[in-house]
């Protein structure tokens, strides 16, 4: 979770070695530097997949949509002007490729039924009303809460969802967000808001337990 | 009517968006209103659970297979499958590594080429030695005068 006091975790993109920052990596692979299109998927793999799999379910779907993101970003390479944030170029196509791919294969009404499908087994199998205790969540208990809070994110609206994954798990700002779902950093603060209102409830067992 | 207010900024709240005046505002409230609270917790409490949920790992070829599709498509691509191993994509230290072992190899290759053992092999090595052991003997066995017959004989022991 972010710091309240301001501290946010939006720290100019640059990896653990210290190299160059993404968009300076760009300009040289526009240049004709192709070890920086390697560097940049080194940097970025792990966010594209797994954005692309909050959205989609499906990790060998998330792997095809972030290689064709970062084909597309190669593509893109010649006409690349550094007038925004890399990750949130890369992000944009990467929510439009997810939502493509969902569009094109149906797959929301696949995952919604094996979703409910899921969620009768878990019930048939969980503790279900049994209280947590304070200790740490053991690893099938981690494992359970995992499975909850995915099927909990695809059950969102999706541009709710689409919040959710950019606020929550890569800790982007709301002008960010706002600037990759192309609205007003105000309409991301709603979109949030009722995002974690539904996810709440969705949650709720989990939470009472804790 | 407050509370409603502030509700709607508990997230934002949450994230760290608010403005200074804003942020103290909600937190004055949420200390003195046990159901804000109460909200802000479970809030939290969902949040932290979001946060159980670490993602997935890409898979270890990632970044092979992206190359191999990459380089199926244009010609230009092909640059990248060459980049893949070349030798400006290995870290700094480890390009000098490279160079100080190459370095070494070929001294110890060009040092074992120009010791005396590969030339002259190694009899001749042993011939001085035995040279070298001898020449007291010479000395004594001749007249303490006659230091060139002594040279004589130990000249013609180190050709023989």
């Known amino acids: 979770m972010r710091n309240v006091d301001g501290g946010l975790k ?34 970025h793999q792990r966010s594209v997949v797994n954005i692309a799999f ?27 002007r550094p007038e925004t944030k890399f990750s949130t170029y890369l992000y944009k196509i990467t929510l439009n490729l997810s939502l493509n791919q969902i569009r094109r294969a149906k797959v929301i009404l696949t995952r919604f039924l094996s979703g409910e499908q899921d969620s009768q087994r878990e019930g048939e199998t969980s503790p279900g009303t049994e209280a947590f205790t304070d200790t740490p969540l053991t690893s099938m208990e981690k494992e359970e809460v995992k499975k909850a809070v995915r099927k909990a994110i695809r059950s969102l609206p999706k541009r709710q969802r689409l919040a959710i994954i950019l606020s929550q798990y890569q800790e982007l700002s709301y002008q960010e967000i706002s600037e990759i779902l192309g609205c007003s950093p105000k309409a991301v603060e709603r979109l949030i808001h009722r995002g974690k209102n539904q996810l709440k409830k969705e949650l709720a067992s989990y939470i009472q337990k804790k | ?72 498509g244009r010609k230009g691509y092909q640059s990248l499958q060459r980049a893949r191993w070349s030798f400006t994509s290995v870290p700094a230290f480890m390009r000098l590594t490279i160079v100080l072992l190459i370095g070494m190899a070929v001294g110890v290759g060009f040092g074992s080429l120009t010791s005396p053992e590969r030339q002259g092999g190694v009899a001749l090595t042993q011939g001085r030695n035995v040279a070298q052991g001898t020449a007291l003997d010479n000395f004594q066995s001749v007249h303490p005068q006659s230091l060139t017959q002594a040279y004589i004989n130990l000249t013609s022991l180190l050709k023989s």
């Open chain 1, 10 to 43: 939006r720290e100019v993109e640059k990896d653990s070695r210290g190299a160059l920052p993404d968009e300076e990596l760009m300009l040289r692979l526009k240049e004709g530097e192709a070890n920086c299109f390697r560097d940049l998927v080194l940097r």
């Open chain 1, 54 to 80: 909050r959205i989609t379910g499906d990790r060998q779907e998330a792997e095809d949509i972030a290689q064709e993101v970062f084909l597309r970003v190669y593509r893109a390479a010649k006409g690349y």
């Open chain 2, 1 to 72: 009517m407050e509370c409603r207010e502030i509700r709607k900024r508990l997230s934002a709240y949450l994230d760290g968006e608010l403005k200074q005046g804003e942020r103290e505002r909600v937190a004055n409230h949420v200390t003195s209103c046990s159901n804000c609270g109460r909200e802000l917790r479970a809030l939290q409490e969902t949040c932290s659970l979001l946060k159980v949920d670490k993602g997935i790992e890409p898979s270890e070829d990632f970044l092979l297979q992206l190359f191999e599709k990459a380089g199926s």
